[in-house]
């Protein structure tokens, strides 16, 4: 039941006031519309994991779902949920609460790749999930190179290429920040290969 003064909405789901909305909480209410068992291999893609990082407004109207190999024939999609099978690499997942999330390099690598309008919107959301996941184009271009015969690559590098970016880049700096720069800051901190995004308060780290 909503009470209003003291909730907000998160998605479908609403909050208590007192809650700060961040990744754990967007992944929360995302897991809360999946069925029963859904949960398990599922990997929040594309828009969703924009919307989980906080580099979307508003929550997608049909959340992209991955899975891997045998899972995607498991699962359906609904009016909310589009089911993907994706491959996955070392370093392609964090994890937001009880859902996996591709990393912004993986976000970055399939939005540019599969979103089939591109607009000023775009390059400019783009450029939020460079400066979000502090990547270079080193590391772009060597994701992009991984996969052999990966689909739709030129088209990947073209919009990429709108961003300006220099070809030495930044050095890398491997810190998911400026999450809610209202209220706090996520760090990725490795745990058995999957990087895990731990709460830290924003006092202790200038957000960008």
């Known amino acids: 039941m909503r009470l209003d003064g003291e909730t ?4 479908a789901c609403y909050s208590s006031v007192d809650e700060i909305e961040r990744p754990t909480l967007r992944a929360a209410a995302l897991a809360a519309i999946m069925p029963r068992g859904a949960i398990t291999g599922a990997i929040a893609s594309a828009a969703s994991a924009l919307w989980i990082y906080g580099l979307r407004t508003s929550a997608p109207r049909r959340h992209v779902i991955s899975y891997t190999g045998t899972e995607r024939a498991r699962r359906a999609g609904s009016a909310r949920l589009l089911i993907r099978e994706i491959a996955v690499l070392p370093g ?6 009880a859902l996996s999330v591709t990393s912004p390099l993986r976000t970055l690598a ?4 599969l979103c089939p309008v591109w607009s000023t919107a775009q390059t400019a959301m783009l450029r939020s999930l460079v400066e979000f996941g502090r990547l270079t184009s080193a590391e772009i271009q060597h994701r992009l190179d991984a996969q052999p015969n990966l689909p739709y690559k030129r088209l990947a590098l073209e919009r990429i290429a709108m961003l300006g970016l220099g070809s030495a880049g930044a050095d890398p700096v491997h810190v998911v920040h400026a999450v809610d720069s209202a209220h706090g800051v996520q760090n990725p901190v490795q745990m058995g290969g999957v990087a895990h995004l731990e709460d830290e308060p924003a006092q202790r780290q200038a957000v960008a």
């Open 8 to 11: 907000f909405p998160v998605d």
């Open 110 to 113: 399939d939005i540019t790749r």
């Open 92 to 97: 392609d997942l964090v994890q937001v609460g």
